[in-house]
DNA sequence: GTGGTCTAGACCACG
DNA sequence: GTGGTCTAGACCACC
């Protein structure tokens, strides 16, 4: 489920941390279901379970997911959560768009990005 | 003309690397036109030479500007430059638009921003 | 392994650079073996690291070593370099050999240069 | 007839140099032929006199041209030097080869870029 | 321990 | 004065 891209430059407890925040965010998985513990994840992967541990960590004060001592790590779903997470998209999203303009790309070409993304879906 | 942002996360030479590509393709920085040497934009930002060096070093590297010995830094635009830098922007936006749709923003959303920043420029 | 020529007026950091491209294109280094640590190789050959640092990022620019942080540095093979590589060979061979046609070098002395260099490899 | 390339990493007056050498060489210019003074192909140049000066050194430190007192600067040729020059190519040449053979690049290949470059001038 | 960035200060080649 | 390289020494993030 999870892939380490080692030419990524990003440490990869982020690329962990990001990669589960997208599962989660996509709706893969669901709300209170378990993850795998520190260890077997960190086997998996084959990288050190420090590792896994701080990504943990970093879900947990995002508000991603909740531990519960002695039993594992679990999902935790809520609407403002992905409300915030969609703003904080948007933010990112219009600052896109404004280098797009100042840097001389037509309105069409941009129109045209989004039209070729949203039809794909309706296929 | 430059500003550094010690809260940003990124390293020194790439905000300079950064603001300057932006500066040359925006239009400000002329063909030809001669940059700051090494030494004065560094006192100026109150940092390294060695810093600057490092930045005008991946400049030329990428293609944005040429040095002389014993004269200094030129700007060196040309039309090719633009039309790449334009492409990978471009790329980069398609992603961008792809992450909106998979979070579930409405195709209305990202439409709105478009207009939102395009027209203000009509203005 | 490596050797540093202070005759040679090309900079250290390009000397070791190449030196290393060369171990790796003639196989001699195999791919995702780890190289020697910044600090190792610098005390080893007794220059600053922070030259084989620049030396070592060339390296990844150019797509010859991945690096891992707080892991090491290590070689990133595959075939397509090895051609690209083969090709910007033969770009310069032929530069060589049409300046030998310009001076006056004829056909029959550059032949023989090659079949020398091949034959030798029969033996 | 010289054309300054700012892209070109040499310096300037070794462009200079080389330039004026190969002119000599393929025999544009002739024996005791008379070279521009220093002053105007600076002009013509839109350089620095000095740097033609060092290039003018340089050439006369190589045999290549003598200067007369208040006169000029003239070619000097002479069979020895044209042979050394060969001998030179030569030597670069077989290094080049060996390079070629140990990156694996077959003998056939070598042969073809040899004949394509010499039938050329058969034409 | 690893790589990566930065500073301070020096030296060289070039024009 | 200009860029380019190098050293020495430091600090940080990552694993």
Redesign the interface.
């Known amino acids: 489920m999870i892939f380490i891209d080692?030419?990524d430059k990003r440490?990869i407890y982020e690329q962990v941390t990001e990669k589960i925040q997208t599962l989660i965010?996509?709706g893969v998985l669901e709300s209170d279901s378990k993850l795998p513990s520190v260890r077997s994840l960190a086997m998996e992967l084959s990288i050190n379970p420090n590792t896994i541990q701080r990504a943990y960590s970093e879900l947990e004060r995002e508000g991603f997911i909740y531990s519960v001592k002695g039993r594992g790590n679990f999902v935790k779903m809520n609407e403002n959560l992905?409300i915030k997470?969609?703003e904080k998209?948007?933010i990112?999203?219009?600052e896109?768009?404004?280098?797009?303009?100042?840097?001389?790309?037509l309105?069409e070409?941009?129109?045209a990005?989004?039209n070729?993304?949203?039809e794909e879906?309706e296929r």
Do not use: D
Not at 96 to 105: F, H, S, Y
């Open positions: 080692y030419n440490p965010l996509n992905i997470e969609q998209l948007l990112k999203f219009k896109n768009v404004e280098e797009l303009r100042a840097r001389g790309i309105k070409q941009a129109l990005c989004i070729e993304a949203y879906v």
